[in-house]
């Protein structure tokens, strides 16, 4: 099995051009309308030339050139001088561009102590981003909106970008999130439940918004500007306070029937085991993420009570003794790490993915992943000579989760603007 543990940085997928997935194939019959089709394709590779795009959407250069005047005609793409092949004579061809400034979306993402937000052009370039830190608590739905407005209007300065041109936005947050309804059922850092906030941010703002969770905006990224863009099927694992997990099922984001799938912290690896803080016994997370290490943590370390340490000095002060060799302190990674290869052999055996991303804060402490890990999981896959998946860790920056949202909203913004009828 390869193991891949470079840490990449936020432009991981900078080295192919264009942005949004790679795709294989022609598009499927039913799908959206050829224009969209041939729009979505033309920002994916960044550029291409006519005969290139007939061929990757396996219809006719006559019927390409017909769709290509259309989305030309309406200012959604622009001709390029191409790149000449090597050894080719001649002029090279003209290609296809998606033209940047056709519209512009905001993706935000709304956090416990602070929001991010940047704004991206159409074909995807981040082109400004914004910080707002805020106090740890549950915010009501007024300051949230009222903090996405804040960093919406920032953004568009910073980018010199009229608000009137950014056509959608994406926001995600912590929690169980109903994406096609835009609702918030639970989350730690919006008051209430059931809350319509998709509609109330387009009322607010007067931009269609749209939300999902965090996880999901993780995935996103990946698919959009990362190493998924590459894969047909792949899972990202995100390891924080909690453990989360995200699905690509070819090339699309799986949600599950009302948006709650992928649960993987709450998976169970022991039954009537730890107490895990959904209320629940031995679920992954509580093994895993950063209240159960604390929790033995205390016991192993002997701290003294009386000073008061935040879970992150403890986290930091067991990373450095196991580090320095603390034999109590590696244990507790150890077990961790065993629960982990659990789990990821649980994704596996259920998913079969190409491609396992490895994200979150989390991912400094190597021994959740480290080569004995990967042996373990390695050892709960079924299967005989089967072909494990190659595991990758990302260690994106802070701006990730509010590039994944602005991915949402490119997502729509590509149907609105393409999908619609432009002739
Ligand atoms: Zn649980």
Known sequence: ???????????????????????????????????????????????????????????????????????????????????ARPGARGRPPV???????????????????????????????????????????????????AETGELVREVTRRADVSERKVIALGAGLPGLIDHPEGRVLWSSVLEGEGVPLAEKLTEALGIPAFIDNDTNLLTLAELWFGRGRMARDFAVVSIEQGVGMGLVLGQGLYRGAHSLALELGHTKVQLDGALCRCGQRGCLEAYTSDYALVREAHTALELDSRLQLSPQMVLESLHDRAKAGNEGARSIFRRAGRYMAAG????????????????????????????????????????????????????????????????????????????????
């Open 1 to 83: 099995m390869q193991l891949d543990l470079t840490h990449q940085g936020v432009d991981d997928g900078a080295e192919l051009a264009g942005c949004g997935p790679v795709y294989f194939g022609a598009p499927p019959e039913s799908a959206a309308p050829l224009r969209q089709l041939a729009y979505e394709r033309i920002r994916s590779a960044g550029q291409i030339p006519r005969v290139e795009l007939a061929r990757v959407l396996d219809v006719s250069p006559a019927t390409v050139t017909a769709v290509v005047s259309e989305l030309i005609g309406a200012e959604l793409v622009e001709e390029v001088e191409g790149t």
């Open 95 to 145: 290609a296809l561009r998606v033209r940047g400034g056709a519209g512009y979306v905001v993706g935000v993402k709304i956090a416990e102590f602070k929001h991010t937000a940047v704004l991206t052009d159409m074909a995807g370039t981040t082109l400004a981003s914004a910080t707002l830190s805020r106090p740890s608590q549950a915010r009501s739905l007024k300051a949230v909106l």
């Open 344 to 423: 990821l052999a649980n994704v596996i055996n259920l998913f079969d993915p190409s491609l396992i991303i490895l994200s979150g804060e989390r991912m400094q402490y190597q021994y959740l992943y480290a080569e004995e890990v990967m042996r373990e999981m390695q050892g709960l896959i079924v299967g005989r000579g089967r072909k494990a998946p190659d595991v990758a860790v990302n260690a994106w920056g802070d701006l990730v989760w509010a590039r994944g949202a602005a991915a949402l909203a490119l997502e729509v913004a590509a149907g609105k603007l393409a999908g619609r009828s432009i002739a």
